[in-house]
């Protein structure tokens, strides 16, 4: 398979539940690189209307279907982590389907480092494809505690989901590059950056990189460094209804990343988006009102979506509070509607909405691109 993408780089990040490969795929997102969540593409291939749809209910069953005619994936899952050779029925469904959605998406992509994110990555035939594997680790009491606090698991649960995987073990002896993923942001941010720096010695990580734009207004990309001002500018904008510290800004760049609006130099509004299964989700969203609210909205979306369709995303869902949602007619020219999740009609869009979903705001929806991944193919 590597033949396939003799330009690209691509870096294979895996390591068991729990470890932080998400945190440490974002990491490479800030830096650069093109990251694909491969875990996140087997939910879309089961998706209704995706090519593994049928494939699952004929090989476990019509039991799994919900209401709603999607596959039910908490019941699914129950029925797979538990029994190796039913695991092997559904990968043999999905991993093909995978490994065509990656071959797309590696295609379209105009970043040269590939990240590649899955935790069955050294058991795929995309192992091959890679030039390099990366896995992430930390203790296995530290892998319990985040399955505990995060999940709701309970610790015999926790323990049984951890024993039922690959030995961490194996992977780490696979591994060209191992990231130790049991301390602060800061020290995991700092060993990505290096072993980046490898690929990219001309990287700059260090300072705000500010694209000009229309008129006075500019729109700035955060870095972890600038902690301080984007948790001063959040709490500024949202009149005190989103108070952060710089320590919360921190984990937060473990998920998202930050623009910066700008006028005369000063920061006048602010965007927190990640992009996750081909989806960007705004949940940060605020902009001072004393400057000209419609010019500084447009400027500051079109780097949102800008960077969005440089990751491929199909869609944009943003929640606004309602001193920006009132403005009707501004969203509509920018090509936004309000919308409810239920109402989306794609199954990852409104995974996406309600697992983003923030108190005392509105939905607003706009398609990206008509060209989707993993629809039948």
Known sequence: ???????????????????????????????????????????????????????????????????????????????????????????????????????????????????????????????GACSSVWVVNVPLEQQLRRLMEKRGMSRGDALQRIEFQNDQHSKLSAAQVVIQNNGSFEETWKRVVSEWK??????????????????????????????????????RLSLGAHKMSSEDVMAAFGEKAFMLLQFNRKNVGIAGWQVENLVARTTEFYIDTGVELEKGLKILLNEVERASLDLQCEASIIFLPENLAVLQSIWKNLGYEARTAQTLGVQAWTDAAMESARPNTRLFFKQLRTDRVLRPI
């Open 198 to 235: 490898k690929i990219n010695p001309a990287t700059d990580t260090g300072r705000l990189v500010v694209s000009p734009s229309q008129g006075e207004f500019m729109v700035a990309r955060g870095r972890p460094r600038d902690s301080v001002v984007i948790a001063e500018l959040v709490t």
């Open 1 to 127: 398979m590597k033949s396939k993408w003799p330009e690209k780089y691509v870096i294979g990040l895996t390591g068991n539940i729990a470890t932080g490969k998400s945190v440490v795929r974002k990491m490479l997102e800030h830096l650069g690189a093109y990251g694909i969540d491969a875990d996140a593409l087997s939910h879309r291939a089961i998706a209704r209307g995706a090519p593994g749809y049928q494939a699952v209910i004929d090989t476990f069953g019509k039991w799994l279907v919900k209401p709603d005619g999607e596959i039910d994936r908490g019941k699914l899952g129950k029925q797979v982590f538990n029994d190796p050779e039913a695991m092997k029925q559904l990968e043999m469904i999905i991993h093909p389907l995978i490994e065509q959605a990656v071959d797309l998406m590696i295609r379209r992509a105009s970043q040269k480092v590939i990240v590649i994110e899955a935790i069955k990555l050294l058991e795929s035939d995309l192992r």
